[in-house]
């Protein structure tokens, strides 16, 4: 397996956790859906030792349509979630609910707006002229955004059943999707390669799958979250640009109908669009995060209604445990 550890790899690690060949602290990371490509670094940093070396052994509880992980960071049942986009630790801080983002693991929200391609809709201003399958969660949050920046209206848009047969069917129809997983299937549905326009690329800069914590676990445990997220940084780094075989393996055996296609296209989306390691993750290192970023992210939800104006957003998160340039050395070793 080509799994490089460099100066900012395990060796670092390892020396953050002297204790870690003696007894290794076991916690739980739940993630937000099924396993999937989408979470291959937390799964790489598991097949290759990544957490182990620091002092902490991970199990991955995947999440799914009959489950709630997130209850269960609340509840104090799990160590680490996987969040959605930086509004689910905006309510959290409305709420009064105690909770960290301490990483971001992707860089751009993987929410696409899909089109047939050459039936007048092969650009973002002309999707305003298209009939738009957006659904509920869609429509309360990134769409109210659209509306509101680019003139989108309510009147255009169709509640989304997560069913791709409407859109198929309707050639002047728009569907929302994640741009590693819904593009696939319609190509094998719907027999043609759809457009898709990455909402990220035109100004919906929330974070996404980010780390979150509770606030009582960075206070008595400031090892595991600095062991779990700098794992997870050198994990997505080997999942991306080395050999990620171990870590697909265990993906399909919690996940026995994902495919070896659907992984391959998934890895090759988040390298074409920049998901998980673009723009500061080239300096800082994946994970990373800013003020700057979650400031402006936060005003614009203001603008459109979405958040509420005057919240403490600061208190959603944390920069103590990223930034740091882990990985990149390996990255380096890995794309010569």
């Known amino acids: 397996m080509k799994t490089i550890t460099g100066t900012i790899g395990l060796a ?176 094998r549905e719907g027999g043609f390669k759809p457009n898709a326009f990455l909402i990220a690329d035109f100004g919906f800069n929330s974070y996404a799958t980010t780390i979150e914590v509770m606030q009582k676990t960075i206070d008595e445990n400031p090892e595991w979250v600095k062991c779990f997220v700098d794992g997870s940084a050198l994990g997505w780094t080997n999942y991306l640009y080395g050999d990620n075989s171990a870590a697909n393996e265990l993906i399909q055996a919690d996940n026995a109908e994902m495919s070896d296609e659907q992984i391959a296209f998934s890895i090759a989306a988040m390298k074409q669009y920049g998901i998980v390691d673009s723009g500061d993750t080239e300096e ?12 402006s992210f936060y005003n614009k939800m203001v603008a459109a209604g979405v958040v509420e104006d005057g919240l403490d957003f600061k208190a959603s998160y944390t920069l103590d445990f990223v930034n740091k340039g882990v990985g990149l050395d390996i990255k380096k070793s890995l794309t010569k």
């Open 12 to 187: 670092a690690l390892l020396a953050s956790a002297s204790t870690a060949a003696l007894a290794l602290d076991e916690v739980t990371f739940g993630t937000n859906w099924v396993a999937q490509a989408e979470h291959g670094g937390y799964y790489q940093a598991v097949a290759d030792g990544t957490y182990e070396a620091c002092g902490l052994k991970v199990n991955i509880e995947p999440g799914g349509p009959q489950g709630n992980n997130r209850a269960l960071l609340l509840a104090g049942k799990i160590d680490f979630h996987m969040g959605g986009n930086i509004l689910q630790a905006f309510s959290a801080v409305k709420e009064g609910i105690p909770l960290k983002v301490v990483a971001a693991s992707f860089q751009k929200e993987p929410q696409v707006i899909l089109t047939h391609p050459g039936e007048g809709f092969d650009t973002w201003e002309s999707l305003k002229d298209a009939t738009l399958f957006i659904g509920d969660n869609g429509f309360q949050s990134y769409y109210q955004w659209m509306m509101t920046e680019f003139g989108f209206t309510a009147e255009q848009r169709k509640p989304y059943t997560f069913n791709p047969a409407p859109f198929i069917a309707d050639k002047k129809s728009g569907q929302q999707g994640y741009v590693t997983s819904e593009p696939f299937a319609i190509e």
């Open 284 to 295: 800082l290192g994946i994970g990373a995060m800013t003020d700057e970023r979650f400031e």
